[in-house]
């Protein structure tokens, strides 16, 4: 329990920018008992607008997670209100069941885990007309604009199903350093305008080292 502040740098590589996002936030992270723990924090994304290679209509959010652990699985609630050009409101939904060896794999500290991962996302979809409106003559070019309709048409700020997922992340655990491998498989629906896409594999690699 207590307070905690991050930020992070982020890079793309094959671009000559030197920093494309910048994420600052905190927050306070809380354990009423040994099953139900939550956080509740602000993050802040600064992006680039010399080069405007990452942009979002969005740069503020507040996030308010809880998790409850039934032994067998863990199922998690999100909720998410982002806000800046445009507003929404998302709510997420997972089930997760977190396992590791037992056996050693090179030493006498090391292991791996795993932590398979169901979730749903519920949303409003304000961000689809923002980006249409800022985007037209690019997504004319494309053929993926539709006058008279997508974001014109509906009501973005209606909160529907926007996606299913499945997660595998696998990880090598040591006392100082974690290296995790995921795969993520994604299954957009009711996305509407602009932004429509199809279903997705992703690969995510990510490298943790903690000093003391």
Excluded: C
């Excluded at 930020?7 to 494309?20: A, C, H, K, Q």
């Excluded at 030493?107 to 980006?131: C, H, R």
């Excluded at 409106?133 to 539709?146: M, T």
């Excluded at 090598?172 to 995790?180: A, D, G, K």
């Amino acid at each position: 329990m207590g307070f905690f502040v991050y930020g992070s740098v982020l890079r793309l590589i094959g671009y000559r920018t030197f920093v494309d996002e910048v994420d600052l936030g905190g927050g306070y992270l809380y354990r009423p008992s040994k099953k139900f723990s939550g956080s509740i924090s602000y993050n802040r994304f600064i992006f680039n607008k010399e080069k405007r290679i990452i942009e979002s209509a969005t740069s503020n959010d507040i996030n308010w997670k809880n998790s409850y652990n039934w032994k067998h699985s863990k199922s998690t609630v999100i909720l998410d209100y982002l806000f800046g050009k445009s507003s929404d409101f998302f709510m997420t939904f997972s089930q997760s069941k977190y396992f590791e060896t037992k056996g050693n794999i090179f030493t006498d500290e090391d292991y791996l885990s795993f932590n398979p991962t169901l979730s749903a996302i519920m949303g409003t979809q304000n961000f689809v007309k923002t980006y249409s409106l800022e985007h037209q003559d690019r997504l004319e070019a494309i053929n993926i604009y539709k006058f008279g309709s997508g974001p014109y048409s509906v009501n973005n700020g209606r909160l529907n199903v926007l996606n299913y997922s499945f997660k595998l992340p696998i990880a090598y655990n040591t006392p100082h350093y974690t290296f995790e491998a995921s795969y993520k498989y994604s299954i957009p629906v009711n996305v509407e305008g602009a932004l429509q896409n199809k279903r997705e594999s992703f690969l995510n690699l990510t490298f943790f080292y903690l000093f003391y």
